[in-house]
């Protein structure tokens, strides 16, 4: 055994670590080794020094009821908690019906955002109606052409329109044409009219609508007239096909003015 | 392991953390106040499947962690000591040394070298245990254990020089 291999044994044989092997083996070395005896009697003073005579701590009691304590409140808080979450994630029924709830969480939205039922055409028509008034309601008054010439509205869409708006009312004494300019609903090209009733704004839209199915619900009957009515906050909104043009009308009228324009609008 | 066998474990290794942290610590509060974070960083820290028999070695490392962390910004010192050989004459007046000369003595130690020291003599962990504790390679932890040792021989010889015993001699038979 060389110095090196009875130093890395000291320790345990300080400690009656060794195998009877090993022990006799690193004795036999010191028995031949002056300074590694030295060296082994220093190092087993010292510890025993330590062992036996120095001071040692032991935990007052009043550290010891302050941990008790401290324990005790974790255990009620986070060691609840821990539990809980453990019991969670650990109980198979448990978290089987946990990981469900999860994957219903995520889940749903996405199914509303990219599989649900698209909204059908009718609303999302009357929805951009809508936002097209607000925004006209914005800019008011608007810009167009001259109101007091319905043929040069009329030539403006007719060089604009891919389509002939079929326009038999332009206004009277009461129900005032303010403007007329095409503008676009759902991607197609549209011709819109802006009437004027006391300082209740109408915006006419007329559009190729064909495809576009009416629902039968929400129908308000107008002297032998159906159209789809819809209301929101203050706004009646009116959408009826003739052939295969759209007309709708988003207007803050009352309902029986609202009617009168309507049937304006609808009667040749 | 629960929250609550940890917590016994805790309880019934106390004695032990509380020791390390006195030798340490400058004061009494403030070795309390290292046992009680150690606790509170135990409760949040040790994971599940530490065993019961690893549990103490787990405790105190978290100790020696945190002392470091708030004294020790610039490693253990373990590489600056130099001890030379140390003259044995006075170590048999070892045996009339007070208590409280035993412990200045210890207290002149770094505190790495004072800490695996306590463990290694006082406490009786193994080598690989303080391997362990203190994040050392074994010749790391054989080296800094005999170096504490003949520092503190130094010390304690370096005392009785200071106040001047002298062993007596050794009286030869005479023929």
Redesign the interface.
Known sequence: MTCDEA??R???L??D?LSPADSQSLRQHLSECPRCL??L???G???A???H????????DH??Q???R???R??TL??RL??ALHTLWTTPPVLCATTAILVLALALPLYHRWVGPAPDPAARVVGEARRDYDRLLLNYPPHGTNPAEPTQIQQWFQQTLNFSPAIHFWGNQEIRLLRGYPTYLMERRAACLIFKTGDAISTLYIFPGGDIPIPPHNRRQINGYAPYQATAHDQRVLLWRQGELAFLIVSRLTNPELDQLFLRIRNP | MTQTELAAAIVVHLDALHNLAAWLARDSAAAAALVQATCRQAMRMIPQERSRTHLQVGLLTIMWGLYRQDHMRSGDGLSDIAVEHVATDKRVLYHTLSRAELDAGLRQLPEALRAALILADMEGYPLEDLTAIFGWSKPRTQIALATARQLLDRFLQARFTSIGVSPEPEVKDTP
């Open positions: 130093r890395e000291f320790e345990d300080l400690h670590r030295e060296e009697d220093a190092a003073v010292i510890a020094l330590i062992r005579r120095a001071s040692y701590h032991r935990a007052p550290l010891r302050s941990i008790l401290e324990v005790r974790q255990q986070a060691g821990y539990q």
